[in-house]
């Protein structure tokens, strides 16, 4: 049974080295705390293959295999092992997720990793003798303390274990977390406040998707997929800000923050009572209106964004029938049917929100024929994504040209929800914190007397959450609960802290975060384990953080 049980765990080891990680990967991230969760996840996993040894083969070829090639292809797009977020993800929304898996999936790897599984039990099993039944407990016994040990050890990491034990770890941990539920809008009712519509301006607040700041001349990219931008800038029509941080990695973590000035970590809910940007221009006289290129019913952001205070809605099905996250409706045609007419008819003074479309995976469906100017190798290229950046940089130009043309004193706000990763260490899309991720592209296109202002703080460390507080302060609106975000005509302490956070509720709680420092490097917050990971890749408990680190997340743990 033993000798059994190692010889598979050998394979399995070899598995997991070349064909669910590689040798690579190991080297560049080996270290005394991967060398400790390797070696505990070792003997995890041969427990495991113990424990399920009595079981009829082709039942021992599922239970070790399919996990494997699971743990292969998402490791092969995101660098990482699977986590309790992925598995969420996929009882959530399955088709999405399966899409994803099959339009990057290898085959070839996948069979491979079968076929050796189930000739190595076949093999195996001739050989093996039947244990006995008190073997079997002691095996379940000394495995789920290992576990134990793996999900609450504040020294834990997942994407260090063997590739087997983290995958039923991982499963273990999303059991133990529970599913995450949404708690239910308490908005107050606003006050009205009786203001002079004509002194109003008119404000577009646009989200984009998928929008990457290194994949644009204000990241100082090599190919030319911002010219429009460029040249707005250099008339000064826009000012772009070089070191903004997103609130999250992920659309339904960043779009509600953004449009209410907080950011996490949130795992209580305070968002949920707070007022949208929405609300507050609702009351002071503004005709507002909820623009979207994607489909707003995904993910609950309809429910969360769409309120009494909005006076139209318009939903990217309403445009594309076949509308929703990963493939929205055109964004120039969008703008051209439901925010031209706003712009035109001039009879209010209105306030737009509108979420692009953008330049979300599959990258190569969001530019049409006419902008390919790079030749795109697969959907999801660099060039692919450089095409549909090239497409955004048109679209916002018109965006801006029209706008700026009729109201000289408007102002349009743009930020990206999150940006995107494009393969080497950090993986594809986005699913971590680093900068490709998480470091924004944000500008802000305003009237010529309140450039001066805004261009000093083009250095400054700043949040998405910055937004909504800025254009509170530009309508003189006091927020009825204190934001996190601060007005950028207001002072911004060089020495800012900003998070970038996946621990709110809008999206399954998932308990990380990072805290940015204004030159961009970061400490990694892993709250399930209590630990944090500093710049010098040092991990400590998160209680030795300085007082000034923790106080950015402190209060709403309590």
Same mark, same amino acid.
């Given at each position: 049974?033993?000798?059994?049980?190692?010889?598979?765990?050998?394979?399995?080891?070899?598995?997991?080295?070349?064909?669910?990680?590689?040798?690579?990967?190991?080297?560049?991230?080996?270290?005394?705390?991967?060398?400790?969760?390797?070696?505990?996840?070792?003997?995890?996993?041969?427990?495991?293959?113990?424990?399920?040894?009595?079981?009829?083969?082709?039942?021992?070829?599922?239970?070790?295999?399919?996990?494997?090639?699971?743990?292969?292809?998402?490791?092969?797009?995101?660098?990482?092992? =699977?986590?309790?977020? /992925? =598995?969420?993800?996929?009882?959530?929304?399955?088709?999405?997720?399966?899409?994803?898996?099959?339009?990057?999936?290898?085959?070839?790897?996948?069979?491979?990793?079968?076929?050796?599984?189930? =000739?190595?039990?076949?093999?195996?099993?001739? *050989?093996?003798?039947?244990?006995?039944?008190?073997?079997?407990?002691?095996?379940?016994?000394?495995?789920?303390?290992?576990?134990?040990?793996?999900?609450?050890?504040?020294?834990?990491?997942?994407n260090a274990q063997n590739s087997l034990f983290a995958f039923y770890g991982s499963i273990f941990e999303t059991l133990k977390? /529970?599913?995450n539920i949404n708690k239910k809008i308490s908005r107050p009712n606003l006050t009205k406040i009786e203001r002079d519509k004509?002194?109003?301006?008119?404000?577009?607040?646009?989200?984009?998707?998928?929008?990457?700041?290194?994949?644009?001349?204000?990241?100082?990219?090599?190919?030319?997929?911002?010219?429009?931008?460029?040249?707005?800038?250099?008339?000064?029509?826009?000012? !772009?800000?070089? *070191?903004?941080?997103?609130?999250?990695?992920?659309?339904?973590?960043?779009?509600?923050?953004?449009?209410?000035?907080?950011?996490? =970590?949130?795992?209580?809910?305070?968002?949920?009572?707070?007022?949208?940007?929405?609300?507050? !221009?609702?009351?002071?006289?503004?005709?507002?209106?909820?623009?979207?290129?994607?489909?707003?019913?995904?993910?609950?952001?309809?429910?969360?964004?769409?309120?009494?205070?909005?006076?139209?809605?318009?939903? /990217?099905?309403?445009? *594309?029938?076949?509308?929703?996250? +990963?493939?929205? !409706?055109?964004?120039?045609?969008?703008?051209?049917?439901?925010?031209?007419?706003?712009?035109?008819?001039?009879?209010?003074?209105?306030?737009?929100?509108?979420?692009?479309?953008?330049?979300?995976?599959?990258?190569?469906?969001?530019?049409?024929?006419?902008?390919?100017?790079?030749?795109?190798?697969?959907?999801?290229?660099?060039?692919?994504?450089?095409?549909?950046?090239?497409?955004?940089?048109?679209?916002?130009?018109?965006?801006?040209?029209?706008?700026?043309?009729?109201?000289?004193?408007?102002?349009?706000?743009?930020?990206?929800? +999150?940006?995107?990763?494009?393969?080497? /260490?950090?993986?594809?899309?986005?699913?971590?914190?680093?900068?490709?991720?998480?470091?924004?592209?944000?500008?802000?296109?305003?009237?010529?007397?309140?450039?001066?202002?805004?261009?000093?703080?083009?250095?400054?460390?700043?949040?998405?959450?910055?937004?909504?507080?800025?254009?509170?302060?530009?309508?003189?609106?006091?927020?009825?609960?204190?934001?996190?975000?601060?007005?950028?005509?207001?002072?911004?302490?060089?020495?800012?802290?900003?998070?970038?956070?996946?621990?709110?509720?809008?999206?399954?709680?998932?308990?990380? !975060?990072?805290?940015?420092?204004?030159?961009?490097?970061?400490?990694?917050?892993?709250?399930?384990?209590?630990?944090?990971?500093?710049?010098? *890749?040092?991990?400590?408990?998160?209680?030795?953080?300085?007082?000034?680190?923790?106080?950015?997340?402190?209060?709403?743990?309590?």
């Open positions: 049974m033993l000798k059994h049980s190692f010889y598979l765990f050998l394979i399995i080891f070899i598995i997991d080295l070349f064909l669910v990680k590689n040798i690579n990967y190991i080297f560049d991230n080996f270290g005394e705390r991967f060398a400790v969760n390797l070696f505990f996840s070792i003997i995890g996993s041969v427990l495991l293959i113990i424990s399920i040894s009595r079981l009829n083969k082709i039942w021992q070829v599922f239970i070790i295999s399919i996990p494997l090639i699971i743990e292969a292809n998402y490791f092969n797009i995101y660098n990482k092992l =699977i986590t309790p977020f /992925g =598995i969420k993800t996929f009882f959530e929304d399955g088709k999405m997720v399966l899409d994803l898996t099959f339009n990057n999936i290898n085959y070839i790897k996948s069979i491979f990793i079968f076929l050796i599984i189930y =000739i190595s039990i076949t093999i195996l099993l001739n *050989n093996q003798t039947q244990i006995k039944t008190k073997n079997i407990t002691i095996s379940i016994i000394s495995l789920s303390i290992l576990y134990i040990f793996s999900l609450f050890s504040w020294y834990s990491l997942t977390n /529970g599913k004509n002194n109003l301006p008119n404000i577009i607040y646009i989200i984009g998707e998928s929008a990457t700041l290194s994949h644009t001349f204000f990241g100082n990219y090599e190919r030319d997929t911002t010219p429009n931008l460029k040249k707005l800038a250099q008339s000064g029509d826009l000012i !772009a800000f070089n *070191n903004a941080i997103s609130i999250g990695t992920k659309t339904r973590l960043s779009v509600p923050y953004m449009s209410v000035g907080l950011t996490g =970590i949130d795992p209580k809910g305070e968002i949920y009572k707070y007022p949208t940007i929405l609300n507050y !221009a609702k009351s002071v006289g503004y005709e507002t209106y909820l623009i979207s290129s994607q489909d707003l019913s995904w993910g609950g952001l309809r429910d969360f964004l769409l309120d009494r205070d909005v006076d139209k809605f318009v939903n /990217g099905t309403d445009v *594309n029938p076949n509308a929703r996250v +990963h493939k929205g !409706a055109d964004d120039l045609e969008m703008i051209q049917k439901h925010i031209y007419p706003i712009i035109e008819k001039n009879d209010k003074p209105f306030f737009i929100l509108f979420q692009m479309d953008g330049n979300h995976y599959p990258y190569s469906k969001h530019s049409p024929d006419n902008f390919k100017i790079w030749q795109e190798n697969g959907e999801n290229s660099v060039e692919a994504f450089d095409n549909s950046m090239r497409y955004s940089d048109y679209v916002l130009n018109e965006l801006i040209i029209k706008l700026r043309s009729k109201f000289k004193n408007s102002w349009l706000f743009y930020s990206a929800d +999150h940006g995107q990763n494009f393969g080497n /260490g950090n993986g594809m899309f986005n699913d971590n914190f680093s900068l490709n991720i998480v470091h924004n592209l944000f500008f802000i296109s305003a009237p010529e007397n309140n450039r001066t202002e805004l261009i000093k703080k083009i250095d400054s460390p700043i949040s998405q959450a910055d937004i909504v507080p800025t254009i509170l302060d530009i309508l003189n609106i006091e927020p009825i609960y204190k934001l996190d975000g601060i007005s950028l005509f207001k002072n911004i302490d060089k020495n800012r802290l900003r998070i970038s956070s996946n621990y709110m509720p809008t999206l399954h709680n998932n308990p990380e !975060a990072s805290i940015f420092f204004p030159d961009l490097t970061s400490i990694e917050i892993d709250f399930s384990h209590n630990n944090a990971k500093l710049p010098n *890749n040092k991990i400590i408990k998160l209680n030795d953080l300085n007082e000034t680190v923790k106080s950015i997340f402190q209060e709403r743990l309590k």
